[in-house]
């Protein structure tokens, strides 16, 4: 029984060590481009809380980043991976910014 045990006790202690806390899958072969208008960029941009902040590639990165971090939280507080994509908007064929769209999980 003892043997028993202590083959089970370092089984477990073998998946604690192995076992990596969850990551955001990003997938990005999922990622969609849609060109709009500055326009209409800018709307969405002031949606989301980016008001008065110039649109550009720099704007697209720092979006990007931000929901990663955003996402990496979640994840960890909840203690799973969430899979997620990118809808990118654009303006003339340049990403202006990175929207993380809610897809629900059930």
């Known amino acids: 029984m003892k043997k028993l045990g202590l083959i089970l006790a370092a089984l477990l202690f073998v998946i604690l ?13 999922y ?19 980016l008001k008065n902040i110039p649109l550009g590639e720099e704007t697209a990165k720092m979006s990007f980043e931000f929901q990663e971090k955003l996402i990496g939280k979640i994840e960890a507080r909840l ?21 993380d769209p809610p897809v629900p999980m059930f």
């Open 31 to 49: 990622d969609k481009y849609v060109e709009v208008s500055y326009e209409d960029a800018r709307y969405i941009a002031d949606l989301i809380g």
């Open 17 to 29: 060590i192995t076992v990596t806390p969850a990551k955001a899958a990003y997938l990005p072969e």
């Open 79 to 99: 203690n799973t991976e969430i899979d997620h994509y990118y809808i990118w908007l654009t303006v003339d064929g340049k990403p202006v910014l990175g929207i």
